[in-house]
């Protein structure tokens, strides 16, 4: 056996990092394990959709789209005879209930999943904002045992008439608006403060709904960013350590499921009656969108910010799949060529019952049985491209005869790990001498990687690895110290 040269690495940041978005009101959740097989890569975070209103009557039952709720924005005006609001607090958004008197919620399960496959969390919520500060601590102890994550909270509240939390603000005028919106505001800033006291490590993220609707439809001006202001909702995007975020779709069928675009692919503009849909131009998306709110967050905070986009697509059912694709990779090249801009992009979202999955469901809780879509492989290979791949840099050699090395796992942009390389010879397999829960690197010669999860002691590789990267995941998805999650490993060798 060749030479074998066993390193101390440390993984960084990539220059843009990439989301996924797994399970919402239209989709099931898909353990990591199934998505990363089928994607071949993990990203360097996911992002879940998740509720708390517990005093609705059905608490924590979850409702989707169904013949009992035909449409998730259930509020007094959507109601019907078939399904009558006789309760407000019965509005509800649909997505999973975090239910903190259950210490084994749908919700986490699924933190523990996204880390235990290396993986950062973000996770969103939508809550009520009169939510009281005992309930947002017990949130905040929850959170703090999953160590570095990231809380999307109330998201798209600006103008917004479909979810509950904002009391339909997008239908009211003049101050009674301008109150709710700073009330909005104003839990925001209330719940940061309150959750990140127990939490430190939880990072919140202030989400703004994009302009591009109504703008196309002449409704605001071009350059407007309506309710940013410090009386609305714009002192919650000052707060220092909070991310930025934009929420904009180049296209969406929000008509759906209670409508039917019966010609797609939509070749020409978009009729907002009669598709009950919106599109943007590439060009319309990024440069009048996402660059006009990157300018206006800088110069709110007095200085340049990278932004986050926290829903990103076009959406099939009105494009038709082959021009979606095409659509998708247009936008991720431009954000690839303006990291000055963007800091992270989420997909939105993995699995769909219409035209936003990677993979499309058939029924609500069916992912085994998922179709692939044109886009499938695009992005796959958008997820290669070398702005969204997380580098890594040698710290130390590991000394020859060296038993044991301590590794710490904090999240996918600052993690230890070990490499090791055979000089002039492929690797066949490794021993680790002993069994735990840890992510393997394979890498080829051709700078492909492929990745490998086990608590195999000894794993045979691919042919023609070169070099192995080795990191020790959170087997349970939580951290066991204040500094993340610490595993002291044996030195591998090769075999």
Known sequence: MAQVQVSKIRQGSPAIRLFMSDGSERSTYMPQARVIELLGAPHSGVNLMSCYYPKQTF??????????????????ADATEATPLKDLNDWTDGYYSFDIDDPDNDVVRQLADLRRYGQEPRLTVTADIDTPDEDLARIGKILRDFGRMQLRLNHEANGCMWFR???????????????????????????????????????????????????????????????????????????PDTIVSLDQYGSLHYGWPAHKIEDPP??????????????????????????????????????????????????ADIHGPDIQAHLVHEVYSWIRRHPEIVGSATFYELTDRAGLGLFRQKEYGDVEDATTTVLLDVYRDIMGWEEFRHGCAVVDAVGEGAERVELVWRSPEDAEGLELRAEGVPLRAVDFRESYWRQIVALAEDGREGHIYTD???????????????????????DNSPDGYRATVPAPTPE
Not at 60 to 75: C, D, I, N, T, W
Not at 169 to 179: C, I, T
Request: hydrophobic share 40%; glycine share 10%.
């Open 266 to 315: 939509v070749i020409g503009e978009v009729d907002d009656v009669k598709h009950q849909a919106f599109a943007l131009t590439p060009r319309e998306l990024c440069e009048d969108v996402i660059t006009l709110f990157w300018r206006t967050v800088s110069d709110m905070r007095g200085e340049e910010v990278r932004i986050d986009l926290g829903e990103l697509n076009f959406d």
């Open 165 to 239: 939390f904002a009391r339909n603000v997008g239908n009211l005028q003049g101050e009674e608006a301008r109150k709710l919106y700073y009330q909005i505001s104003q839990f925001f800033i209330r719940a940061h403060d309150v959750i990140t006291d127990i939490a430190p490590n939880v990072a919140f993220v202030a989400c703004y709904n994009g302009p591009g609707e109504l703008a196309k439809r002449g409704q605001i001006g071009k350059g407007e960013l309506p309710h940013m202001g410090e009386d609305e909702l714009g002192l919650m995007y000052l707060l």
């Open 59 to 76: 608490w924590p039952e979850r409702r989707l789209f169904s013949a009992r709720v035909p449409h998730y924005r259930h509020s007094v």
């Open 456 to 478: 195999a002691r000894v794993l045979k590789l691919p042919p023609g690895t070169q070099g192995v990267r080795i990191f020790a995941l959170p087997p349970d998805g939580k």
